[in-house]
Structures are given as C-alpha cells and as structure tokens.
C-alpha cells in the first residue's frame, strides 16, 4: 500500500483529501505546515507528497526544496489556489500542481498517475 503525505494548513483540506485518498485504498499521513511535512517526509518516506504552497513556518516551495534534496523517490504534486506561484514549486522540484479546487476524481486520477493503477472514470 502506497504511502500519502498530505500537508496542508487548512484542516478542511486535509479532511477532504484524507477522505477521497484513504476511501480509494491509500494510507496518509497528515503535516499542517512546512517543517512537519520535511521531517515526517525523513521519517516515512511516503511515495507521495501533496503540498500545500501556502503554510506557516515554511511555506511548500521551500520544503520542497528541502525534501528534494534529501535524494529519495519521491513524487511532490503541489496544492494551491494560488495558479500564479505553481511555478516557483514546479521548480523547487513538484511534478505537477493541481489549482483549488479541484475534484476528488482529478486528485485519484492525478495520484495513480504516479503510482500505477486504474484511473476514475465518473
């Protein structure tokens, strides 16, 4: 089973995310800013990282610079609102970022594009 780190200051967000990842089979952890998404990232190696640009104490483009470059394989998808700085993290090191809001069956179908699996089709 793949790993998910969700990381997002919004609770709401994460409860919305945690609810279409895990019901789709995937198990999360939960960072609500910068400096717990790096050290759960050190600590869990989740295969996935979604990442919020906008958080306290760290902000998403430089965790995922901080994540990058701890060499490991990881996919980082970015989470914003902000479609104007999803540039800044493509070249921290994100693959792709998906604009809020976005529906749960883009959020799967993005993930599994990663990870393998049959895509959402509803």
């Known amino acids: 089973m793949s790993l998910i780190l ?5 609770r709401a967000i994460r409860d919305m995310l945690r609810h279409f990842l895990t019901r789709s089979g995937f198990k999360i952890i939960e960072a609500s800013n910068g400096i717990e998404a790096v050290e759960l990232c050190s600590k869990f190696r989740p295969s996935i990282i979604l990442i919020d640009i906008e958080m306290p104490l760290l902000d998403g483009i ?16 970015g989470i914003t609102g902000y479609s104007d700085r999803k540039y800044k ?13 976005f529906s749960g069956k883009m959020l799967i179908n993005t993930v599994r594009k990663y990870l393998g699996g049959e895509f959402v089709d509803v």
């Not at 969700?6 to 919004?10: K, L, T």
């Not at 995922?64 to 980082?76: A, D, G, H, L, S």
């Open 89 to 101: 993290l493509l070249q921290a090191g994100a693959r792709e970022v998906l604009i809020k809001p």
């Open 6 to 10: 969700v990381a997002d200051d919004d």
């Open 62 to 77: 430089e965790a995922t610079r901080r994540i990058m470059e701890m060499n490991f394989e990881t996919v980082v998808i």
